[in-house]
């Protein structure tokens, strides 16, 4: 049986920030026992220990854009990592140079991995809310990471 | 009028908390004044009004994903205030182990992943190789699963006593929700071993590294990376550092000691500036009074984290990590040390002293002992909770009503309190680095260097303006004349 694990990156209490862990918050209950559902505040090191011997690695995260559409959801690869908040959250390493050092290390890595980022409005507020346009696309998000699952 | 030229860098690469550093040239080209700025968190004190207070060290340990534990561990020593509660000696050890699991976890990922690209690469090196991978590209791939191996055994120390790494829910007001067993005991002594003999590898390439190379030596001791403010830090009993419990101690830039304080006395010695230009505030020393971004005894500002504790200890309390204290202010000539970039070099003393004292508490018979909390009796009112967060001292102020509901809450965390200092350094670096105009990725690399060794982190130290939208920022002459409004 092939291991997946989706993780909901963000900060639960800073609005649109806890977009990711909102929507892990609803697949821990919609998903089937073998996936993994975890929330996770940073990326870099940490998110490499949490990915390592999995084979499918789902990450939902918030995204701010120069120009982007509140709501809009993207669907991104390792490779076009640098824009999204959390993923790009340079105190500690990045996604994208953590996945590069696992595989200089010879970390086993998820052979897939999906990145859900949806762009945001306000992720300076502490609040447990999310603003209406980002809530929205919740249910829509939930769904591309289960069909991505299956 | 003068013409001025703006430079932005931005982002501030290897940084939590969108930074922005803008730099004023004049007509020659050179620096005016640099300055740094970051972005506002708002809401802080309404979120938390009504709460019940036990959520405190849950609710900001979520503030920054940076220093989870840190607040933890400052929230719940203010919630053993507000009730008048003694936690029982075991608690407070494992706490403190705890803690120092954290300091070793922050410490390596800063060393190997911030710091080291600008001296192990280079800090002209092309920026795509300034990073982790560059740094095991020449100190080498078994070095590389050192970091990784030894941080994650930080991490799982964490998580035994914290139920869980990241967002830790193990402290109560009194004590922790559990002890550990002599099983977990165990394991830890046997990492926290291997920590202290990576500590002693992570102090080894800083001296092959840095210290043999005469350039970086020198680059460290220029006048472009020199600071001479206040330094704080926490003291045990024999003014050495320590991270968790003790005196707030506080030297003069002479290296005196100017004053002792204990937690509950913070608002009478600290008290904030606020600049127009900046929506966080400026702490500093209340007695020594505002004198502007300047350095020197008559400036109230202080040096907090790793280089701002050692200068305000006498020393450090365990034998390895004391002798590597005493090697590094014979090198910078003396106390207090006055380098900026010794920060990482003080980082690595700490590394020692952390890993030293966990190994040390692992060993306590005391510390599985099963009184791990004091059960409060008093009525809650207000309190005050410090400790030394891996980027200096962080204070959480709580009041309550006589249920423990949260009535005002406000937290000074380390990158406020070091935020003066850090304008200085920035400012001077901008001066040292940019002349006729002239800047190269090299030089913007080390006006970020100035700022990169305080490991700031403003993700949480920005909602000191509670509920207040942000401002155009705007930059005046010396005159106080508006130059220009900058753009956000």
Known sequence: MKKSIVVGLGNPILSDDGVGNKIAEILKIQVSSEVEVVEATLAGFNLLELLAGYDTAILVDAIQTKGGKVGDIYKLNKDDLAFSQRLASVHDINLYTAWQLGEQLGIKLPDKLVIFAIEVEDVLTFSENLTPKVEAVVPKVCEMVLNELT | MAKYTRITIDPITRLEGHGKIEVFLDDAGNVEQAYLQIPELRGFEKFCEGRPAEEMPQITSRICGVCPEAHHLASTKALDAVWHVEPPSAAKKLRELFYNAHMLHSHIAHFYALAAPDFVVGPGADKKDRNILGVIAKVGLET??????????????????????????????????????????????????SLVDFAEVSLQIFNDVVLKNKDYVDLILSDTYSLNPYSMGMVDNNNHVNFYDGMMRITDPEGKEFVKFSAGEYNKHFAEHVEPWSYLKFPYLKNVGWKGLVDGIESGLVWVGPLGRLNAADGMATARANKAYQEMYSTLGGKPGKATLAHHWARLVELMYAAERLLELSQDPEITSTEVRAIPTETPTEGIGIVEAPRGTLMHHYVTDERGMIRKANLVVASAHGYGAMNISVDKAAKGLIKGGQVDEAAKNMIEMAFRAYDPCFGCSTHTLPGKLPLVIRVYDKTGKKLMDLEW
């Not at chain 2, 964490?158 to 929700?177: E, N, R, V």
């Open chain 2, 144 to 193: 590389g699963q050192e970091v990784i191996k030894h941080r994650s055994y930080a991490q799982k120390i964490q998580a035994m006593i914290g139920g869980k790494a990241t967002h830790p829910s193990c402290g109560l007001p009194g004590g922790l929700s559990k002890p550990i067993t002599e099983e977990e005991r165990e394991k830890i002594e046997s990492m926290a071993l």
